[in-house]
């Protein structure tokens, strides 16, 4: 039995968790509301404030989406209470970012600025010139606005410029040694 998916999900007062047929989870709360239809087959209960995830046999796919739905219903639950959030910082000579209305403007060493619009449940905020926080209540759509964000320009492992997550370490490389004899 899947560890992760026998683990029942506690559901906090102000959450509303609505389940409806297919699958289909609605889940309201302080910061939004998150809807997704997750795998038909799969046993969802819901008994007052407690949410079981059920798998109808021993299949090896059954055995993966066990862990997987209870986790995707957990992470609608914590993105509508408190949210999610990915830290960059931007790292580099004359590399600077500012938020100018809805968009995110970025100086990264090209010979133009690289702009990045807001999308629909994504707030960005720039607390320093190089620092960027993306804010959302989907975990998904947070990481993967992060990574395209990221992806402007990746850090570089010999100088460590570009955009990194706070989090992450950059592998750095040795440069070049002087001429042989």
């Known amino acids: 039995m899947s560890r992760i998916g026998r683990m029942p999900i506690e559901v906090p007062a102000g959450v509303t968790v609505n389940i409806a047929e297919g699958n289909v989870v609605t889940v309201k709360g302080p910061k939004g509301e998150l809807s997704r239809a997750l795998r038909p087959e799969m046993i969802i209960k819901q008994e007052g404030t407690t949410i079981t995830v059920g798998r109808p046999s021993e299949d090896k796919l059954h055995r993966s989406l066990h862990g997987l739905t209870r986790t995707l219903l957990h992470n609608m639950i914590v993105g509508v209470t408190d949210g999610y959030a990915k830290e960059l910082e931007v790292n580099g000579v004359g590399y600077r970012v500012a938020k100018e209305g809805n968009n995110l403007v ?16 994504i707030t960005i905020e720039v607390p320093s010139p190089n620092k960027i926080i993306i804010r959302g209540c989907d975990k998904e759509k947070v990481g993967q606005f992060a990574a395209e964000v990221r992806e402007k320009r990746p850090p570089e492992p010999y100088k460590g410029k570009g955009i990194k997550y706070a989090t992450e370490t950059i592998r750095r490389k040795v440069g070049k040694t002087g001429a042989k004899k």
């Not at 970025?106 to 449940?121: D, P």
Request: charged share 20%; aromatic share 6%.
């Open 106 to 121: 970025m100086n990264l060493g090209y010979s133009h600025q690289v702009i990045v619009s807001e999308e629909e449940g």
